[in-house]
């Protein structure tokens, strides 16, 4: 149990050598990178591999050496994805892709990505670094990037109320069907039925490119985490209208809505004679989050109900282990829900769609993978050949920064 | 059939004489007023009425005699709740009420009032007007107030497609179950099963107030028909981020996603070296009132899906009338229902509330009712006992402003 697979988002400067395949998320406002990193060319030979392979049930093609290394995860703006190419060129991570076999004497270099960019930055990834994207169902790419981390990786679902993280417990032959919410700049929800079954069932334009832009008009903040952070200090009932502020103080108890209920998001700046000047960022910002994250609670639970799903896992660079953000979708599940329904959370719910990128250079002929001889199958993508593997978290508990994965 | 009930939104100056009931609805945003003012002294005697309403198949008391008259509608801003108060008493309208029957020598008088403000203002009434409120409950007016149009006035419901209004025949004995979408400063949804019946099964805070309260923020405008009007000449595609913005312009076909299907509002707003001084406030005005409109259509169908029911109708002063949010509300629950549900309007979708308030006169002893010798019972409020009552349109189709009733 030796095998180990480190996930990390803090790239070291690695000698060519070693650098293994590289996937791409682009979405409408952030780039996530997933690479592979060896170790060292500690390939263990077929006896170890199979020895280990049948303990945990294994039935993959032990013919293949496996690799140690660590996968490393990192993110650009989309709209500075030339800093990205660059650091991809840096790195001489475009070299990480695969050839085509059905073309053996080609050297052109294919590279696994997702996400609408895919199609939209193809030209421009051929011209400055010479590779062609290898594009993969986005709507895929998550569903199976969830399903690897919720089978795979130990502690990585939570639940959060009240400002308490919970690890659940997901039995792996017990994870059918659950509903995942992806919200990237858009939002989708996707029911999830079992390995590659899914359907996008719902989503909305209310995600967060819809906090990041409306918060960059109204406030002066340059990047979603100055954002995200000032909301920290905002009081959402400085501009949300509240039903106690219809009401006069009192709850509308006969419906079930406190005086402190929203009963319309941003319905103070009607009746005030304020501008925009007035008001706080801190304060904008935390009414915003507050809209958008209850909105997506209440449409999953809606969507989840329909469905008959009992788990809704929530992902997607939006949420970034926010304290704020995960509660407001806690309380709006449990609260349309009547306490039937549970948000859950994924630790590394940012780099969904890129690992399911990344998994997805198994589907092709390995042959012609190799760049550097690099091993044609390294551990962590064993799991979507639907192998068993079991990860644990490496001692702390950095989140996106560290996994450490045994096969 | 020569008795008619007028409803105006142009009041006159009436001698006081002729006045009769007032009912508020006191929202968040708008207070909505309904008063009835007598043609004249022209009251029906006992067998004219008794022969008419056996002829509608009417169980009423027909000992009372009925006037003929005007049903008048205005409103005003919550926060200028002084010009109401000023308008109320100018035209002598707080005189409109009822004496507490059960404390027959008080002069007490009690106007019917219904929304959050009936609690919040009702010492400011009792001040500045002498008046006690008469709360009724909000979400019961609402349904009091739907009931009655959809069954009382011709050519009340209609659906809005691609710019074509189509009144839809509504028969009132195959009206229920229905979704009622009330969409104020926040939005309620009410699952109707009868007269009387109901249930507010969700609601979104995303409403009205979201709308006019961000607008005014993001924009210079002085009023929510400003904003909206606004509206008409923006294009939303300047600020949100398309499908076809994140792919590169084509499609998400796959999954039906078209290239112009809106993928996060405001999106384009992050990736834009852009303040909000760079955007039109007409382009922030149609992607707001979309986010919102489209944010309504969606999660009101969910509700309808989940109860089973087929028919929405879409209330409340967030409409008024405009084309593009009713195309939008339209668009999104045909979207969202893959063409299975319809959205429907009311041509007198502000009033419901004040409507409904003003109909609940009837529970009250009437002994005391008469202010200045008006009759206890009028026409148009013979509805709310469960009688037939057929309307047509007065002429012109000037919608909110005239209805002429027969009883």
């Not at 060896?38 to 591999?49: I, K, T, W």
Request: glycine content about 10%; aromatic content about 10%; hydrophobic content about 35%.
């Amino acid at each position: 149990m030796d095998h180990l697979a480190h996930v990390s988002n803090q790239p070291n400067s690695q000698p060519q050598s070693q650098i293994s395949h590289l996937a791409l998320d682009i979405g409408g406002s952030l780039i996530k990178l997933v690479y592979f990193c060896r170790y060292d060319d500690n390939c263990r030979d077929d006896d170890e591999l199979r020895s280990q392979n049948e303990s945990l049930g294994s039935e993959s093609d032990n013919s293949r050496p496996v690799l140690g290394g660590k996968l490393h995860f990192a993110k650009f703006e989309t709209s500075k994805i030339n800093d990205c190419l660059e650091f991809i060129h840096s790195m001489k991570l475009h070299l990480g892709g695969f050839h085509d076999c059905t073309a053996p004497s080609s050297d052109k270099i294919f590279i696994k990505a997702t996400g609408g960019g895919a199609y939209k930055f193809a030209d421009l990834f051929k011209e400055k670094l010479g590779v062609s994207l290898d594009k993969e169902d986005e709507m895929e790419c998550l569903v199976t990037g969830a399903n690897f981390l919720l089978k795979a990786v130990h502690q990585e679902a939570f639940t959060y109320l009240d400002g308490q993280k919970e690890f659940a417990q997901i039995d792996p032959n017990d994870l059918y069907p659950y509903l995942l919410v992806n919200i990237g700049s858009g939002v989708s929800m996707i029911k999830v039925d079992g390995d590659g079954k899914f359907e996008r069932v719902s989503g909305t334009s209310l995600g967060g490119g819809t906090f990041w832009g409306l918060g960059r008009l109204l406030t002066k903040c340059k990047n979603f985490d100055e954002l995200l952070e000032l909301s920290h200090q905002g009081n959402n009932r400085v501009i949300d209208m509240l039903v106690g502020d219809i009401y006069g103080g009192t709850d509308y108890a006969k419906i079930g809505l406190s005086a402190t209920t929203i009963a319309s998001s941003f319905g103070k700046a009607i009746s005030d004679n304020k501008g925009l000047v007035d008001y706080k960022p801190e304060d904008i910002s935390r009414s915003l989050l507050r809209m958008i994250s209850n909105n997506i609670g209440q449409i999953s639970y809606l969507n989840a109900l329909r469905f008959g799903l009992k788990r809704i896992f929530f992902a997607g660079f939006f949420i970034r282990g926010h304290a704020y953000t995960m509660d407001t979708i806690s309380v709006a599940v449990n609260f349309w829900s009547k306490g039937e329904a549970e948000a859950m959370f994924l630790r590394h719910e940012g780099f969904l769609g890129a690992l399911g990128a990344f998994m997805s250079y198994e589907k092709q002929c390995l042959d012609g993978l190799t760049v550097n001889k690099i091993p044609q199958r390294f551990p962590i993508s064993v799991s979507s050949a639907g192998n068993k593997i079991y990860c644990s978290m490496n001692g702390k508990s950095n989140d996106n920064e560290s996994i450490e994965c045994t096969v």
